[in-house]
């Protein structure tokens, strides 16, 4: 069973179009995450999402939009896309806290995106 | 925010041998949670250890082991007899606790096992 799902896993585009990649979770979690990993392999945290609060980082484009459907869905739309798009994509979800037994982030598979 | 710093972007190691990989991180809180995560090349993040800050004793799992510094802010991750799949990025990251649905990870550090 995938904990955390992705889809697609591969994307290839030209500058100008919108995209979306969709991620789901069947944990359970009330927090999702959408991460961009540049060429350079650093993490980078674009968005962190709950039922009640939606915490972006300051330095993603508004080009960059996450939508739930639902608590198990964090979608991620990308409108007019740029050459500097170009990275992977994660998904991860993670309970509160205070769950001691396992509190890490679970990671979904990733999604390559290539803006041509 | 809080701040994870992995200072070797870089490491290798002879396979069978140990390893240490160092991460320091800046917070002021009391409790919460550090991790190392594995990326092998096939990108997927694999969690390898956590470690509870309020728990003195280190964490371990099999070949893999933390030398957690609470004072220090230092959560160094040690690797026993490495193996050809040890070969990936390494990540550190924090989690508060308290307010704690933000994970800190640090840049990463490449470990390349040579046989």
């Known amino acids: 069973d995938t904990a955390v799902s992705q889809t697609p896993k591969y994307l290839v585009t030209q500058m100008g179009n919108d995209k979306s990649i969709k991620c789901e979770q069947n944990?359970?979690?009330?927090?999702m995450y959408w991460y961009k990993q540049d060429s350079k392999k650093f993490l980078k945290i674009m968005f962190s999402?709950?039922?009640?609060?939606?915490?972006i980082n300051e330095t993603v484009p508004n080009r960059f939009s996450p939508k739930s459907p639902d608590k198990a869905h964090l979608n991620l739309h990308i409108n007019s896309l740029e050459l500097g798009d170009s990275a992977v994509y994660f998904c991860a979800s993670s309970p509160p806290p205070l769950i001691v037994a396992y509190n890490e982030q679970f990671f979904g598979p990733g999604t390559r995106l290539t803006v041509l | 925010a809080q701040t994870v710093t992995q200072s070797q972007p870089e490491m290798s190691v002879q396979e069978a041998e140990t390893v240490t990989l160092s991460c320091t991180y800046d917070?002021?809180?009391?409790?919460?949670?550090l991790f190392w995560y594995k990326q092998p090349p096939s990108r997927q993040m694999i969690l390898v250890i956590r470690q509870e800050a309020y728990k003195q004793q280190n964490a371990t799992e099999n070949r893999f082991s933390v030398n957690f510094q609470k004072a220090a802010k230092s959560f160094s991750l040690k690797i026993s007899d490495s193996q050809l799949g040890d070969a990936a990025m390494y990540f550190c990251a924090y989690r508060s606790k308290n307010t704690g649905n933000q994970f800190y990870f640090g840049t990463g550090t490449s470990l390349t096992v040579i046989p």
């Open positions: 999402y709950n039922n009640k609060e939606l915490i």
């Open positions: 944990l359970g979690h009330d927090t």
């Open positions: 917070t002021s809180e009391s409790d919460y949670y």
